[in-house]
């Protein structure tokens, strides 16, 4: 049996993989929440591995506020950058390999055709800022890793854009949603599927992985109230009619 450890676990990723581990009888799945498993310590990252002698790491870990990252970027920061140097130092110490996600967040968004793994990442808020500093200590202290980055993810579980649209119609009869970001719907077992593929082919590296749509998030509310029969008036905005604090990427379909 190959043991799967995986951080983060009763989040969003870590519910979709719970959700289709019984397809992967080959595989143990050690599902560890954020009181099991804290990726800001280095000593509770150490105890779950001496108690658990994983194989394989999904590091699910992460903090996942856009928004309030902007005025949290030190928490932030301690969970995407240091969290991934802690999990990569320990993955090292006792020789495990790593799946880590990443996102679309680490572009700038400028690009006007999807962006390879070769192009130079430019975060333009606090999140991408610390997603990309944990890649970047993973690729300096581990060279048995796979960093997959991944876009707009959704699913039934837990937070994600399609949960919001739902749980907004519940209460209103017209919402607005911005219709000058582009990006790609993602799947989160569809993620799982490609981890579960990665892990076999034992090729180490970054990657992109993204759902096939390429759309704005007033074409993907449009089409989730569709599919899910609710009547609602969906209105187009801008970013700039959007309150937000945070920027987003204009454009970050992953090539
Ligand atoms: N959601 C998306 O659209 C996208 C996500 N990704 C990446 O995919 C990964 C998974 O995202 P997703 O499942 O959607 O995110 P969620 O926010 O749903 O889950 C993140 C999990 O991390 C846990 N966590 C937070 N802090 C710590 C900590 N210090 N130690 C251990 N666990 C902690 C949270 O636990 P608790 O609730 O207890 O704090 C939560 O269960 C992330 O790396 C994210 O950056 C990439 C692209 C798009
Ligand atoms: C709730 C809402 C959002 N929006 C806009 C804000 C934003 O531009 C877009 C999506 O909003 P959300 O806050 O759901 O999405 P956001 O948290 O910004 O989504 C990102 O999350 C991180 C974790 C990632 O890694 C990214 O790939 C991406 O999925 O929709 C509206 O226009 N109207 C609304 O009513």
């Not at 799945?29 to 790491?57: G, H, M, R, W, Y």
């Not at 870990?61 to 030190?74: G, I, L, P, Q, R």
């Not at 999807?114 to 999140?127: A, Q, R």
Request: proline share 3%; with cysteine.
């Amino acid at each position: 049996m190959i043991k799967i450890l995986v951080t983060g676990a009763n989040g969003q990723m870590g519910q979709a993989l719970r959700s289709i581990s019984s397809e992967f009888p080959t595989f143990e799945f050690i599902f560890l929440s954020s009181q099991e498993l804290d990726v800001t310590s280095l000593e509770s990252c150490d105890n779950a591995f001496v108690k658990n002698s994983p194989d394989i790491c999904f590091n699910f870990a992460a903090y996942t506020n856009v928004e309030k990252a902007e005025d949290e970027e030190e928490i932030a920061f301690g969970v995407n950058a240091l969290g991934c140097k802690n999990i990569a130092k320990t993955c090292l110490k006792f020789d495990v390999s790593l799946v880590h996600l990443s996102t679309d967040f680490v572009f700038d968004g400028e690009k006007k055709e999807p962006y390879l793994i070769t192009d130079s990442p430019n975060p333009i808020n606090v999140y991408g800022a610390s997603k990309l500093k944990g890649e970047h200590y993973i690729q300096e202290l581990m060279t048995n890793y796979y960093i997959v980055r991944t876009s707009w993810v959704y699913s039934n579980f837990g937070h994600n854009f399609k949960n919001t649209m739902l749980r907004l119609s519940e209460t209103k009869s017209e919402i607005s949603v911005v219709d000058d970001q582009i990006g790609c719907p993602t799947n989160a077992v569809d993620v799982c599927y490609f981890i579960m593929s990665l892990i076999d082919k034992h090729v180490f590296g970054l990657y992109h992985f993204r759902g096939d749509r390429i759309c704005s998030w007033y074409d993907f509310a449009v089409s989730i109230f569709k599919e899910e029969n609710i009547t609602i008036k969906v209105h187009p905005i801008s970013s700039e009619e959007y309150s937000s604090k945070v920027k987003r990427p204009r454009y970050s379909v992953l090539g």
